[in-house]
């Protein structure tokens, strides 16, 4: 498995993982955001450039097609649980 699936897979758990854990941060007024979520969401983004940046390097300047299409998937999947997290309830 090269090293750029490796981490996309370790991005795409850590989004997956926020579904079921949570610490919910208290901003006053009865507002809650969840801080454990944004904080393992961000490691996702982390993990999602160093995969971005091993399959430039491993193919010679250009990701391949698939990992492309996968890596939008996940970007997509963060986005909207990093909004999910920091959204007030």
């Known amino acids: 498995m090269p090293t750029s699936a490796l981490h996309l897979l370790i991005a795409l758990a850590l989004a ?22 944004a904080f393992l969401l961000m ?25 492309v299409a996968v890596a939008l998937v996940a970007a997509a999947v963060i986005t909207f649980a990093m909004l999910a997290a920091l959204t007030p309830a």
Request: aromatic share 10%.
């Open 16 to 37: 997956g993982l926020t579904r079921l854990v949570a610490y919910p941060l208290d901003l006053g007024g009865g507002r809650q955001v969840d801080a454990l979520d």
């Open 43 to 67: 490691f996702a983004l982390v993990n999602l450039r160093l995969g971005w940046s091993a399959a430039n390097a491993e193919n010679g300047g250009r990701a391949p097609a698939w990992f």
